[in-house]
């Protein structure tokens, strides 16, 4: 198998430049206002869309509304949160003060360190949840920018939507921990130029003991009502402004990594590995000169494996160079995973390069069966061991483009340009690698 060394690797995003452009054609303000007693909130929308990676840096974000509504005992927490929208998205960054925060332990996952969304798009106001009503739990995770995630248990079938749609991401502060997320409105069947109003609450769970019972809550809203899983009577209000949109200079590289200065056998902060049994993960080497690579040997039969990235959109361009220093066989390959799950498993649509030539876009299925006939496969010249690759792929919207150059090279081939079916092509999601020879990234 070939070992991927990528020395570079540089993400661009599209979408971070134009989601805010697309202006909608008239403002039909549906709002009222809120019952007195009912938490409201009036949400700015931008016409720059936030990075999701969850550091919540972007000067977009106000994160100044605290969550005041307490369930539990001890000293709680400061917990605060913002909201933002577009014309695609309900934008929500969510920073939660937690000395210890704590994983993996014993108990259901929402008593654990864990974030909730909770959302009512029909503004019903009553129990039980109807069909487009959602509770979103994300679960604090170690070591990676990627969080447990769960729907909720209420019985309305939320858990049939494709939770690949939401584009989430945690990072660790100095005073606990963040999550920034995006849910499209088509999740919620909400269009926000038509409709302005809908019901929402949000949580921040703190779990301060090894006993499950040893967690307490903060909340936003709860309008007579101290349980929200499955009731949206004790939801707040959100209302969609127009009038006062916020924009900001948001750096539309979304990645930059040349894998210096980790340690060896490691692995950069926030990414995500897996990988098949018995196979070995993406690891950083360091050469004498301290220049890194992100390797993978996999230069046996079965073995494959997978890393993502903590970034995640829609409309990005991504090049990684890339080295061979051993093939198992002529049809091996190293390949760039776009619009992946945030778990890194398949289903993903990957571009792939191979030893005899091939330069394709293949599909993944979530049994891990490829999709055929292959959506995007075209012919280059046999690759080399030893010799550094420029690999490009730019998604936007379903197109998709593949390029291919010798690092050394002036100029990217472009070896295919597509329009590709939704069965084969994510909406939205993470970018990774995988290997399935003897390689290393090496930017």
């Known amino acids: 198998m070939p070992k991927i060394r990528n020395r570079l690797v540089q993400i661009a995003a599209a979408g971070a430049i134009v989601a805010g452009l697309l202006q909608p054609l008239g403002s039909s303000s549906n709002a009222s206002a809120a019952e007195p007693g009912r938490t409201a909130m009036e949400v700015n929308k931008t016409l720059t869309a936030p990075v999701i990676d969850g550091k919540l840096d972007e000067s977009v974000w106000s994160l100044d509304k605290k969550m005041t509504v307490q369930a539990g005992q001890g000293a709680f927490k400061d917990s605060s949160f913002g909201l933002l929208w577009d014309n695609q998205y309900l934008y929500v960054g969510v920073k939660a003060d937690d000395d210890t925060p704590a994983f993996n332990a014993s108990g259901y996952w929402f008593e654990q360190d864990n974030i909730n969304i909770f959302l009512d798009p029909s503004m019903h106001q009553s129990a039980p949840f109807i069909d487009d009503d959602m509770q979103l739990g994300f679960v604090y995770q170690d070591g990676t920018a990627t969080p447990e995630f769960h729907f909720g248990a209420a019985p309305n079938n939320q858990g049939g939507k494709d939770e690949k749609k939401i584009l989430r991401s945690i990072s660790k502060t100095q005073t606990g921990w963040s999550l920034e997320m995006a849910v499209p409105w088509d999740i919620l069947n909400f269009d926000p130029v038509l409709k302005k109003q809908l019901g929402f609450n949000v949580g921040a769970t703190d779990r301060y003991g090894a006993e499950s019972a040893e967690q307490r809550t903060s909340f936003w809203s709860a309008y007579g009502e101290d349980s929200f899983w499955n009731d949206t009577s004790g939801y707040g209000v959100l209302t969609l402004s127009d009038s006062h949109p916020v924009s900001g200079n948001i750096d539309p590289v979304l990645l930059d990594e040349n894998f210096d200065g980790y340690p060896d056998g490691g692995a950069p902060d926030g990414w995500l590995s897996d990988v098949n049994a ?7 080497v360091q050469d004498t000169y301290g220049n890194g690579s992100l390797v993978f040997d996999g230069n046996e039969s079965g073995k494959q494996s997978r890393i993502v990235a903590p970034v995640q959109w829609d409309n990005y361009t991504i090049e990684a160079d890339v080295k061979f220093d051993a093939f198992l066989n002529t049809g091996r390959w190293a390949s760039i995973m776009f619009r992946a799950p945030s778990n890194g498993k398949a289903p993903y649509p990957q571009m792939a390069i191979k030893k005899n030539g091939t330069i394709e876009t293949a599909y993944r299925r979530a049994d891990g069966s490829w999709y055929s006939p292959t959506p995007i496969s075209a012919t280059g010249a046999q690759l080399d061991t030893g010799k550094t690759y420029t690999m490009k792929l730019r998604v936007f919207d379903n197109n998709v483009k593949q390029y291919l150059k010798a690092k050394s090279g002036a100029e990217f081939t472009l070896y295919g340009d597509k329009n590709l079916p939704s069965d084969v092509l994510p909406q ?14 090496l930017r």
């Open 428 to 441: 939205k999601g993470r970018v990774g690698f995988q290997g399935g020879s003897k390689q290393g990234f």
């Open 278 to 284: 018995g196979s070995k993960p993406f690891s950083v």
